[in-house]
Every structure is written in structure tokens, then in C-alpha cells.
Nanobody
Framework: QVQLVESGGGLVQAGGSLSLSCAAS????????MGWFRQAPGQDREFVAA???????AHTNSVKGRFTISRDNAKNTLYLQMNTLKPEDTAVYYC?????????????????WGQGTQVTVSS
């Protein structure tokens, strides 16, 4: 089992920045591919970014150049640095852990999920 707890969400104006964290406990964090997903009201949960155990990363096109995923295995923590935020980034952000050896962009590739943290970007 892996337990995941997100933090760092909040309200920010368009153009601002937020940094999300996801603290992991349980089995060895470094062995998992980690991902960030988000879900806006009335919409499906969508992929944002992922990072493998070997530090390969992937970001969805709409956040490339603005968001950066990273991990600190010594601290069992996943991060998402979000810059130049837009109102369309408003959503609940979830971190997830999966056993895949490479980055994955679908929810079914992740076995463990956090409870989510709200990010609201005002215009």
C-alpha cells in the first residue's frame, strides 16, 4: 500500500504561481512512477504530468513550459511547480502512484491516489 497526501493548493490570480506537493508513505516511493492529474467540475479526470522512477518526465501539451513535475526520493515527495496559471487550470489536482516502469498518461495505469487539493485561478 502507498498513502498519498497532496498539499499546496489554493486561490491565485491568473499569471501567478503555485507549488503542489504530494507526500508518500508506505512502500518504497522511488520504485513508483508518479503522476499528477486534475479534474474540473463536470469533466473527466485528465493527465497533467508524470515522472518515472528513472526521472523521465512527460507533461500534457496545455501545461508544457508552465508546469514542471519533479520528485525527491529522499523525502518521499512529489512536486508540481505551476507558473503562469490560467483560469482553465482551475481543478482539483490529484497525485497518483503506479507500478509502470515508464511514464503513463491514463488513470488506469495508477494504483494509488491521493485525496486531491483544490487549485482555483481567478481571472
Amino acid at each position: 500500500q502507498v498513502q498519498l497526501v497532496e498539499s499546496g493548493g489554493g486561490l491565485v490570480q491568473a499569471g501567478g504561481s503555485l507549488s503542489l506537493s504530494c507526500a508518500a508513505s508506505g512502500r518504497t516511493f522511488s520504485r513508483y512512477t508518479m503522476g499528477w492529474f486534475r479534474q474540473a467540475p463536470g469533466q473527466d479526470r485528465e493527465f497533467v504530468a508524470a515522472i518515472s522512477w528513472s526521472y523521465n518526465t512527460a507533461h500534457t501539451n496545455s501545461v508544457k513550459g508552465r508546469f514542471t513535475i519533479s520528485r525527491d526520493n529522499a523525502k518521499n515527495t512529489l512536486y508540481l511547480q505551476m507558473n503562469t496559471l490560467k483560469p482553465e487550470d482551475t481543478a482539483v489536482y490529484y497525485c497518483a502512484a503506479g507500478a509502470s516502469l515508464s511514464v503513463r498518461a491514463t488513470t488506469t495505469d495508477y494504483e494509488y491516489w491521493g485525496q486531491g487539493t483544490q487549485v482555483t485561478v481567478s481571472s
